[in-house]
């Protein structure tokens, strides 16, 4: 992966909550690197999404509708 996008993706990972810094930017540099090209588009999508939205993803049992998403989702929480 080239410098420039994984800079990109530091950035959009740091988010107005903590917790979400914590897990997304862990995720980033642990397990993203490994993932296949359309589960790192979904991280894409998935960096999109608003805060609170996001949030009650990773720490409740709310769920995305979109699989992607939410097979994501389940491997950031693991």
């Not at 999404?49 to 929480?77: C, G, H, M, W």
Request: net charge negative.
């Amino acid at each position: 992966m080239d410098d420039r996008k994984l800079e990109r993706l530091r950035w959009r990972c740091r988010r107005g909550l903590l917790e979400l810094d914590v897990l997304l930017l862990n995720f980033l540099e642990q397990r993203y690197p490994h993932l296949s090209l359309p589960e790192q588009n979904a991280f894409d999508k998935l960096l999109a999404i608003p805060d609170d939205t996001l949030f009650a993803y990773l720490q409740s049992n709310q769920k995305p509708l979109d699989n992607e998403l939410r097979e994501l989702v389940e491997k950031i929480k693991q």
